[in-house]
Protein backbone atom coordinates (compact mmCIF):
# COMPACT_ATOMS: atom_id res chain seq x y z
CA UNK A 1 0.00 0.00 0.00
CA UNK A 2 1.47 3.73 -0.82
CA UNK A 3 1.45 6.33 2.08
CA UNK A 4 -2.03 7.89 0.49
CA UNK A 5 -3.90 4.71 0.45
CA UNK A 6 -2.45 4.29 4.02
CA UNK A 7 -3.63 7.45 5.13
CA UNK A 8 -7.20 7.27 3.61
CA UNK A 9 -7.62 3.84 5.00
CA UNK A 10 -6.29 5.24 8.73
CA UNK A 11 -8.84 8.33 8.01
CA UNK A 12 -11.53 5.89 7.25
CA UNK A 13 -11.00 3.60 9.84
CA UNK A 14 -10.82 7.19 12.44
CA UNK A 15 -14.18 7.82 10.98
CA UNK A 16 -15.52 4.44 11.77
CA UNK A 17 -14.79 4.79 15.17
CA UNK A 18 -15.79 7.93 15.62
CA UNK A 19 -19.36 6.69 14.25
CA UNK A 20 -19.26 4.02 16.35
CA UNK A 21 -18.27 5.70 19.29
CA UNK A 22 -21.41 8.52 18.54
CA UNK A 23 -23.84 5.46 18.16
CA UNK A 24 -23.45 3.90 21.49
CA UNK A 25 -23.55 7.24 23.09
CA UNK A 26 -26.74 8.30 21.89
CA UNK A 27 -27.89 4.82 22.59
CA UNK A 28 -26.81 5.15 26.35
CA UNK A 29 -28.82 7.98 26.47
CA UNK A 30 -31.90 6.94 24.96
CA UNK A 31 -32.49 4.12 27.59
CA UNK A 32 -31.67 6.69 29.99
CA UNK A 33 -34.05 9.01 29.14
CA UNK A 34 -36.56 6.37 29.05
CA UNK A 35 -35.77 5.12 32.05
CA UNK A 36 -36.46 8.32 33.81
CA UNK A 37 -39.36 8.63 31.85
CA UNK A 38 -40.61 5.27 33.45
CA UNK A 39 -39.69 6.60 36.81
CA UNK A 40 -41.31 9.88 36.89
CA UNK A 41 -44.62 8.18 35.47
CA UNK A 42 -44.33 5.42 38.65
CA UNK A 43 -43.94 7.92 41.24
CA UNK A 44 -47.04 9.87 39.62
CA UNK A 45 -48.94 6.65 39.35
CA UNK A 46 -48.28 5.76 43.12
CA UNK A 47 -48.59 8.87 44.01
CA UNK A 48 -52.50 9.07 42.40
CA UNK A 49 -52.66 5.29 44.34
CA UNK A 50 -52.41 7.64 47.68
CA UNK A 51 -49.04 5.78 48.30
CA UNK A 52 -47.76 8.62 49.82
CA UNK A 53 -50.22 8.11 52.59
CA UNK A 54 -50.00 4.51 52.90
CA UNK A 55 -45.91 4.05 52.45
CA UNK A 56 -44.64 7.51 52.80
CA UNK A 57 -41.16 5.62 53.23
CA UNK A 58 -41.10 4.46 49.78
CA UNK A 59 -42.35 7.37 48.10
CA UNK A 60 -39.92 9.38 49.58
CA UNK A 61 -37.25 6.96 48.42
CA UNK A 62 -38.42 6.74 44.60
CA UNK A 63 -38.96 10.83 44.97
CA UNK A 64 -35.23 11.37 45.55
CA UNK A 65 -34.10 8.31 43.58
CA UNK A 66 -35.94 10.14 40.55
CA UNK A 67 -34.49 13.67 41.23
CA UNK A 68 -31.28 12.06 41.65
CA UNK A 69 -31.50 10.15 38.22
CA UNK A 70 -33.08 13.23 36.63
CA UNK A 71 -29.59 15.26 38.33
CA UNK A 72 -27.81 12.35 36.44
CA UNK A 73 -29.06 12.58 33.20
CA UNK A 74 -28.39 15.84 32.88
CA UNK A 75 -25.07 15.51 33.81
CA UNK A 76 -24.61 12.86 30.63
CA UNK A 77 -23.83 10.07 33.32
CA UNK A 78 -26.26 7.88 31.46
CA UNK A 79 -25.60 4.39 33.54
CA UNK A 80 -26.43 6.26 36.83
CA UNK A 81 -29.32 7.53 35.31
CA UNK A 82 -30.44 4.34 33.95
CA UNK A 83 -29.39 2.56 37.47
CA UNK A 84 -31.49 5.41 39.60
CA UNK A 85 -34.22 5.62 37.06
CA UNK A 86 -35.11 2.04 37.88
CA UNK A 87 -34.56 1.56 41.39
CA UNK A 88 -36.83 4.76 41.80
CA UNK A 89 -39.58 2.90 39.49
CA UNK A 90 -39.12 -0.14 41.72
CA UNK A 91 -39.63 1.85 44.99
CA UNK A 92 -42.90 3.61 43.40
CA UNK A 93 -44.49 0.02 42.74
CA UNK A 94 -43.92 -1.06 45.75
CA UNK A 95 -45.61 2.05 47.33
CA UNK A 96 -48.49 1.85 44.95
CA UNK A 97 -48.76 -1.82 46.16
CA UNK A 98 -48.35 -1.19 49.90
CA UNK A 99 -51.24 1.60 49.35
CA UNK A 100 -53.58 -0.78 47.17
CA UNK A 101 -52.79 -3.69 50.30
CA UNK A 102 -53.61 -0.88 53.11
CA UNK A 103 -56.58 0.32 50.99
CA UNK A 104 -58.01 -3.12 50.75
CA UNK A 105 -57.32 -4.24 54.71
CA UNK A 106 -59.14 -1.16 55.17
CA UNK A 107 -62.12 -1.81 53.52
CA UNK A 108 -62.12 -5.40 54.83
CA UNK A 109 -62.70 -4.15 58.03
CA UNK A 110 -64.85 -2.08 57.82
CA UNK A 111 -67.35 -4.70 55.87
CA UNK A 112 -66.50 -7.28 58.66
CA UNK A 113 -67.61 -3.98 61.01
CA UNK A 114 -70.67 -3.63 58.97
CA UNK A 115 -71.65 -7.73 59.39
CA UNK A 116 -71.10 -7.35 63.07
CA UNK A 117 -73.40 -4.51 63.31
CA UNK A 118 -75.42 -6.08 61.21
CA UNK A 119 -75.63 -9.39 63.17
CA UNK A 120 -76.10 -7.28 66.50
CA UNK A 121 -79.51 -5.98 65.14
CA UNK A 122 -80.45 -9.40 64.33
CA UNK A 123 -80.30 -10.62 67.66
CA UNK A 124 -81.96 -7.60 69.01
CA UNK A 125 -84.99 -7.96 66.51
CA UNK A 126 -85.37 -12.04 67.56
Known sequence: ????????????VAAAAVLALAGCASKE???????????????ESAA???????APAEMMA???K????????A?????T????AQQAAADARLAQS???SAKATAAADALQEDIRVLREEVERTK
Open 1 to 12: MTNDASLKLVKV
Open 29 to 43: KAPATADVAVSKNAV
Open 48 to 54: SAGASDY
Open 62 to 64: ARD
Open 66 to 73: MQRASAAL
Open 75 to 79: AKDYD
Open 81 to 84: ARDL
Open 98 to 100: KAG
